[in-house]
């Protein structure tokens, strides 16, 4: 039985997110406007399979996929949001399920650390970092979900948000990962945002 762990649709790929997501990917690559499909399945080798429903079904483009042994994501992209749309419905008619029944998002940590000190900033930018620095002084917020995929929403809906400088979105293994910099005020604006985007998603 293939378990739907993650299923968001994202309207509109934002700058930054749409670049970070180009230094990551293996297959075609996004840019900003685009729309964008993320799904995460269990067990991981069922992707494959997945991919070519929506691949057949549509004219989107397979950003991203990622097959481990317990969870494999998919990302699809275009810049027609009908067919990023129809990928989606092709894959829940083909698991037999809905997008509410994907597995609702849990929070595993959230905190914003404020003006962080030269050090720190050093040691978080010589990390595996894809996206783009933090510099001393800036605020810091750090967010983690399970499953790992809803982190690239919470990104997203974060930089609609407020003016921030994304820094890390890992969103496939157990977990993901958000790392996000900037002035406090917009790294609070960016916090909220993304904490209730992803609050606001259904799921069992």
């Known amino acids: 039985m293939i378990k739907l762990r993650t299923h968001v649709f994202i309207d509109s790929l934002q700058p930054q997110l749409a670049v970070y997501m180009g230094t990551v990917s293996q297959g075609f690559l ?12 269990e067990p991981g080798m069922s992707v494959h399979r ?32 009908s067919d990023v ?7 829940l008619n083909q698991l037999r399920t809905t997008e ?8 595993a940590w959230s905190e914003v650390v404020r003006s962080i000190t030269p050090d720190h900033a050093v040691l978080i ?12 002084g800036q605020s810091l917020f750090i967010l983690e979900t399970e499953p790992a995929g809803y982190i690239v ?7 609609k948000a ?12 157990a977990f993901g990962r958000l ?15 993304a904490i209730r985007a992803i609050e606001n998603l259904p799921g069992i």
């Open 125 to 136: 930018n010589r990390q595996d970092r894809k996206g783009s620095m933090i510099l001393p």
């Open 30 to 41: 996004p840019v900003p406007g685009d729309s964008c499909l993320w799904m995460e399945v």
């Open 153 to 159: 929403y919470a990104a997203n809906e974060a930089e």
């Open 50 to 81: 997945l991919t070519d429903v929506a691949l057949k079904a549509t004219r989107v483009h397979l950003g991203a996929q990622v097959v481990e042994r317990a969870f494999g994501s998919m990302v699809f992209h275009h810049r027609d949001q």
């Open 162 to 173: 407020a003016n921030i400088t994304l820094v890390d979105a890992r969103a496939v293994g």
């Open 85 to 91: 749309i129809e990928a989606g419905h092709a894959i």
């Open 179 to 193: 790392t996000l910099a900037g002035k406090e005020a917009d790294i609070d604006a960016a916090a909220e945002a």
């Open 100 to 107: 509410n029944e994907r597995q609702k998002c849990r929070i």
